[in-house]
């Protein structure tokens, strides 16, 4: 896609002072327009990644859906538009990753009452469990009720994340109308005659 504009010589052209916040705030209305696609589109909702479907990673506690900026710099010379997260695990829904243990051999996956009901990790760790009991990959705690083993974590030598990209269909669904509202903008007008 791209803008073309027609010149001659009876076109008046507005300053930079003027075109840049017009500018700015199509690029401003996009960003808040694309930011609420894919919080909508992709971080609201059961994970339907089934081959052709647009990803839709589940809610588990919010903060990614919630934890979004948008940003518009003009610096005299360019305008930039940012969208982005301080979420940590945000790259590696978008694009994947292995995970692998810092320390020690194994990572700790929290799995059934160390959970909440939404699937999100309660915060406890295998050094919080009193008496854990080890198996060759879990880590549970004998329930005092039942006398049974209730397993809060899988041991795991390594994590495969597959790509889930959420932010980049949103940009790329939403890029047309960007350069849409930037057509629209009146970059001049005709000179008057005499």
Do not use: C
């Amino acid at each position: 896609m791209s803008l073309s504009f027609t010149i001659n010589e009876n076109f008046e052209f507005l300053t930079k002072d003027q075109i840049h916040p017009l500018i700015a705030n199509a690029l401003a209305k996009w960003l808040a327009y694309t930011k609420g696609d894919m919080v909508t589109l992709h971080l609201s909702g059961p994970n339907t990644s089934a081959p052709g479907s647009p990803t839709t990673l589940r809610r588990r506690t919010g903060h990614l859906a919630r934890n979004w900026t948008t940003n518009v710099k003009d610096n005299g010379s360019e305008i930039v538009g940012t969208m982005a997260t301080k979420e940590i695990y945000a790259f590696t829904q978008e694009f994947g990753a292995v995970i692998k243990p810092k320390k020690g051999k194994f990572l700790t996956i929290p799995i059934g009452k160390s959970l909440t009901p939404a699937g999100a990790w309660k915060g406890k760790t295998v050094r919080d469990i009193k008496k854990p009991v080890w198996s060759k990959n879990a880590v549970g705690q004998k329930n005092s009720k039942t006398k049974e083993i209730d397993w809060l974590f899988l041991l795991v030598k390594s994590v495969t994340i597959p790509p889930r990209p959420y932010a980049k269909p949103s940009i790329e669904r939403n890029v047309k109308r960007l350069l849409d509202d930037l057509k629209k903008i009146n970059f001049g007008k005709k000179k008057a005659t005499k």
